[in-house]
């Protein structure tokens, strides 16, 4: 019978001792698994694009080189992840075993095409040959295998649209499924940063939630962005503004809501120093919703207690239960979305 | 008729145009108040520790040079803000007059002991002389008025203990009185760093909310101070740990709750790289409430996805109505807390 890992994975963890399998050097890749693990048949890895560019330079732009430099990595750490960057990418794959302990408790069979939806960077990976690289898309295709922990997330890839569509709009699943839970009927919601991809799929989503009774205000610097907004009904209002000027961004966000103050805000804005334009315009007791990876943990805390506001704030979790089917019914049910998307991200 | 400013007190920014009064570098302090402003006859200043200290090195540990350095920088940027660490303070005063736009709308009136729990580096001061300056507490006693803006928070000096030991716990109000919101009858409670200072009265807090029910659990590196706790009644358990090695963390603190998950983490250490270690241990649902300024927003963020936890991550906001009072509580209902901070902090 087979033994049964660490949900996390620290089983496989080999150097340094006692840290999770993304801070580790090393990890075990023996393609052996674990009662509570998923083997996965890797089709390509997606590798981040931080990762890539910096091989790619580093590799003088030459594919074979690339390739080579890929291999070393996954040798040397058992996981493809970057060690200059630290980050790593996801991965396409067919489930090709299920330890015996998940069998029953998880919606996944052999067979199934699936995006792992946790980072290679704490993914056991053993690459046998390298397929082909696709530069632009920084798109690796092997013959490998993974393994997943039984606290892995992943995504049944679904069988009704493209894949890259479905890849472009899982790689910021999190964000909308939050927005889908938070956002009630009636609230009124700004969003800041809302014309980028993870802030259309907020949009839409705060849209379903508050109708209608609700206010969906969207802002951006971007004045043509927000009329396409306006035009699909994604929003209500919108207006464009510098979210790195708090005042302005408050005394537009205010008049777009009759005055009032909002009960939710979510940023998804990719530049710094925009933590004050998302705090001011929300009402004591309401929510504020950082999704931006640019975030300053400390400008926000100080920032909310320098001017009074009683809000709550909240770290954007890239993972909540149902995260990738929320997102995915968005492109199902919405032909503007869908075509916005296949005509930007696909 | 005086007018009325902005709530947050953009109306005194000189430059630049556009930002909040503590990202500007130059205010207006003229001392004729705005009809929604306080005027405080001030008595001292608790210059933030960062700040004296580079203040105090500057000046070579000379007393009048310190005192001429403060009051340069008050007459150049019309607030206490310290060019080179950007941080302020608090201080200390006595309600000298309140505007008409808010005298019915607080529970403050002029003669009225205050330490506003606004900092320093957003307060109009305008220093008149420095009557003396107390290195060893980086305290500046001062001739001299500030003015709070109608976002301004404060808290009353009780009269009903010392004013040191009161400063002290104020310092740190916010977090046990978003202990005191959070935390329900019978949910379990983590808190990592319970032996500091905001700790302790988070610790304190949550045992009197989740009582006779649930489960409260300390953990710090030193063994020494979690027995004070103990024998104080400040948790139900608690043991020594290193909160920059998750794994171990997770371990011991799963065993001291029946190897049940947590409703609810608290965060109050000050050292880096301990998110991993409070969010394993939480429950799908739970919340993870990060206190500590050395708190990394991405950490946290990719943290919680990596091991596919769907917590709610809060930003710990140092304000939160009605937080003096709930701190100040503490001390009254708690001899035992009382004592240690007359020991530890006055």
Do not use: W
């Amino acid at each position: 019978m087979k033994k049964t890992g660490c949900r996390y994975g620290t089983h496989r963890v080999i150097s340094p001792e006692g840290v999770l399998p993304q801070a580790a050097l090393k990890i075990d890749n023996d393609m052996d698994i674990y009662d509570n693990e998923i083997l996965v048949d890797v089709i390509a890895l997606n590798i981040d694009s931080a990762s890539f560019t910096q091989i790619e330079e580093e590799a003088g732009h030459d594919t074979e080189k690339i390739g080579r430099k890929i291999m070393e990595i996954v040798e040397d750490r058992g996981k493809m992840q970057n060690p200059v960057t630290g980050s790593g990418g996801m991965l396409i794959g067919v489930v090709e075993e299920i330890g015996d302990a998940l069998k029953d408790k998880i919606d996944l069979k052999a067979g199934d095409r699936i995006a792992t939806l946790v980072s290679l960077s704490l993914t056991p990976l053993k690459i046998e040959k390298i397929m082909d690289i696709k530069k632009d898309i920084d798109r690796v295709e092997v013959e490998a295998k993974a393994i997943l922990f039984e606290s892995g997330i992943y995504a049944k890839l679904p069988k009704d649209m493209n894949e890259n569509l479905a890849l472009a709009a899982l790689d910021v699943a999190g964000a909308p499924a939050q927005v889908a839970k938070m956002v009630k009927p009636g609230d009124s919601v700004l969003i800041l940063g809302a014309t980028g991809k993870s802030g259309m799929m907020c949009a839409y989503e705060a849209m379903k939630r508050v109708g209608p009774t609700g206010n969906v205000v969207a802002t951006d610097l971007r004045e043509e962005a927000l009329e396409l907004l306006l035009k699909n009904r994604f929003c209500h209002k919108a207006f464009s503004g510098d979210a790195r000027k708090p005042v302005e961004v408050m005394n537009r966000a205010l008049e777009m809501n009759g005055g009032r103050e909002y009960d939710i805000a979510i940023n998804v804005v990719n530049v710094q120093n925009t933590e004050m334009s998302t705090i001011l315009p929300v009402r004591d007791g309401g929510i504020v919703y950082f999704f931006s990876m640019a975030t300053s943990f400390t400008k926000a805390a100080l920032g909310a207690e320098g001017v009074g506001k009683d809000v709550t704030m909240v770290v954007g979790n890239g993972y909540t239960k149902g995260h990738a089917e929320i997102t995915l019914q968005e492109l199902r049910e919405s032909e503007a979305l869908r075509k916005i998307f296949e005509e930007l991200y696909v």
